[in-house]
């Protein structure tokens, strides 16, 4: 898999920057950190959370690529998970290795769910298989669920980008909720930051939506995320619609918005 590789030689030019956060079925999964370990605002990108999606894993290791070559930031943190299901990504499947959409394996909420592709309990053998009812949650997703909780724990701001791929052929940038139309609490953050985005992109092809405007899914992990946040955190999905790499002028301007965010975020 030459996804893997890539991270994999990464990681043996900068061994220090790389822990493991999980294995799944031997594969490791990889998150690679930039800059002070607490204290200062954090930006996550996170790339491969659906197996056939490798578009989103090269845009992650891209990313890489330019941070490795930079000096390490002083006043922000980044932290990247290239790759969150290497096991769907070897087989060119959507799903995990047991058949689960990670997205959609959070425990769910009472509302929302288009039906089938918001989540379903059927078959595993169908599309957006949540997982059986009652069960913890993959590996894959606690995985990702833990390190975001414990880099969120010191950090007095964090905005997260999850990297996605297939959806039409329009780019999006969706803020949750993913379960429903009701507006999250950081509302106007989401505003000020779609604004400031504007500004430092001018006449950008990204339709800023939340994500619950398109469809609406049950167990959507960053709305559980959101829900037990412990600081002010603003998780963005990016939908890329046409499949290509040229996504580093936006991932730049969010992690100098992460930077800032004391310029910008509305008190």
């Known amino acids: 898999m030459k996804q893997l590789l890539a991270i994999e030689r990464l990681v043996a030019a900068r061994p220090e920057l790389d822990r493991v956060i ?12 930039f800059g002070p370990a607490a204290d200062v605002p954090l930006f996550i990108v996170v790339g491969g959370v659906h197996g056939n ?6 845009v992650a290791i891209a990313f890489l690529e330019t941070l ?3 000096a390490a930031p002083v006043d922000h943190r980044i932290v990247v998970v ?21 997205m959609r394996n959070a425990p769910p909420h009472a509302l929302g769910g288009t039906p089938l592709l918001g989540g379903q309990r059927r078959s595993r053998w169908l599309p957006w298989y949540m997982g059986p ?28 980008l999850d990297l996605h791929f297939g959806f039409g052929l329009a780019n999006r940038l969706w803020y949750p909720y993913a379960r429903s139309r009701e507006p999250i609490a950081d509302l106007p953050a989401i505003h000020a930051l779609g604004r400031l985005l504007d500004t430092a992109l001018p006449g950008h092809r990204y339709r800023y939506e939340q994500t619950a405007q398109v469809y609406t899914i ?17 998780p963005l999905t990016l939908e890329i ?27």
């Open 53 to 58: 999606e490798q578009i989103g894993t090269e």
């Open 82 to 102: 290239p790759l969150l299901n290497p096991v769907g990504m070897a087989r060119n499947r959507r799903a995990n290795g047991n058949g689960v959409d990670l």
């Open 22 to 33: 999980a294995r799944v079925q031997h594969l490791p999964i990889h998150a690679l950190s």
């Open 241 to 267: 619609g046409v499949r290509s790499r040229r996504h580093l002028p936006l991932i730049d301007a969010l992690v100098h918005a992460t930077a800032s965010y004391r310029a910008w975020l509305p008190r």
């Open 133 to 160: 009812a009652g069960a913890p949650m993959e590996v894959e997703a606690a995985a990702l669920v833990e390190l975001v909780e414990a880099e969120c724990a010191s950090a007095p701001f964090c905005l997260a």
């Open 218 to 234: 049950r167990g959507d992990l960053w709305d559980h995320l959101y829900d037990r946040r412990r600081c002010t955190l603003l």
């Open 68 to 70: 490795i070559a930079r």
